[in-house]
């Protein structure tokens, strides 16, 4: 029976047994505060042994015939397929997500993991000529060795399997680190998904700890080739400049301050539906979330109103409630965070229009309007049901306001005329824009990633499959070669 209390230990060389350290992670309800569950953290030594086991089982994994690893892989959709309810229930619990959230993680990780069971059969080579007469060039490509993934809270279910399931389809080992807040979706759930599609013993490891605990070594350990790191732009560089220093590659996907802009011909109800989409879903806490909704002056006070009456109807409160949009932020210091940056932006001269209680986890919404690009509230990721409203005049001033941010992850841009918005959107400094759309977009075959301070490299399809392999030249020579001494 899939449980939470049978989820609770570390998973490392294919056994479920407690951590070393004598430090226990508590695993808590967002939304009432109960223990779900309690774990024994991992510690250094944990640490040591997942990445040994990951190492030596790469070999074994890598004997199995190509089609014969497709098919485990596809096994672990079967798997979640059969434990949706429960996976849900998981998802409400220990996230604070609603159904309509969980439902929608769900999909993403069963068309991730569909793309990564094709990738045992995309690792093709080369065969490319020679400038020397009788000889052979040869690029294989080959697994980039161990993995090591960090994972964070808001979507850890989806966020995990984004680079466990495409490395472990390229060839690699993986051990993943699941954030503190939620050990289980991020981590155990997953190894127990996996260790019933039928991967090797050691292939797939999750250490259950905390940064107190282990440091750095997670990131620094000798083994990893690869760090893939999903979070705040802060710990990002932070990994990304560990990994670099010890010939490590990193896969950054970082924070996000997304500009949502509508223009003078925008459907304004459709705009306002798809803003509230983007900045709301899981409590904004989503670095591709609406930060910065940026509205033309001319229908500046229309969409105000509007908007305003769409977001006052958002229901917070149990996610276990159906009616529920908003459920609780991840834990108190979070709200506690937003508590005082709606506190600044006001301070600084914004109105907030709407108002939002706080109470406990739970964050009502909040609209701040008249912001300007200088204050906190708009350079600042917000990550929480709070959201800033901006005027503009023309596009080259949208333009300007958008790409003021050092970040660029995503954004969206709405219209009556496509292209105009995709002339627009050339024009923002972001990896992914959507027109006529929310910002909240992820697709299994689409290249996935940020510029600026919103991340390194890119994700899905053939980028994850370069992403998570490396090429090796192999030259064949079939006569002698001649020598000039």
Known sequence: MLDMHSLNKQYIGGKWRDGNSRNILVDKNPYSGKTLTEFRMADTNDVDEAYKSAQEAMEKWNQINPYKQRDILEKAISYIEEHEDTITDFIIDELGGTRVKAAFEIGLVKDIIKEASTFPLKKEGKILPSVENGKENRLYRMPAGVVGVISPFNFPFFLSIKSVAPAIGAGNGVVLKAHEETPIMGGTLIASIFEQAGIPDGLFNVVA?????????????????????????????????????????????????????????????????????????????????????????????????????????????????????????????????????IAKGIEQGANPVLHGDISGNLVEPTILTDVTPDMAVAQEELFGPVVSVMPFSGDEEAIEIANNSKFGLSGAVHTAHSERGTELAKRIHTGMIHVNDITINDEPIVAFGGEKHSGLGRLNGQWSLEEFTTLKWISVNYQKRQFPY
């Open 209 to 341: 700890t905390d940064i107190s605990e282990i440091g750095d070594h997670f990131v620094e350990h000798p083994i990893p080739r690869i760090m893939s790191f999903t979070g705040s732009t802060k710990v990002g560089s932070h990994i990304g400049q560990l990994a670099i220093k010890n010939f490590k590659k990193p896969i950054l996907e970082l924070g996000g301050n997304s500009a949502f802009i509508v223009l003078d011909d925008a459907d304004i109800d459709y705009a306002v539906n798809a803003a509230a989409f983007s900045r709301f879903t899981h409590q904004g806490q989503i670095c591709m979330s609406a930060n910065r909704i940026l509205v033309d002056q001319a229908i500046y006070d229309e969409f105000i109103s509007r908007f305003k009456k769409k977001v006052s109807a958002l229901k917070t409160g149990d996610p276990r409630d159906p009616d529920t949009v908003i459920g609780p932020v991840v834990n108190e210091n979070a709200a506690n965070h937003l508590r005082d940056t």
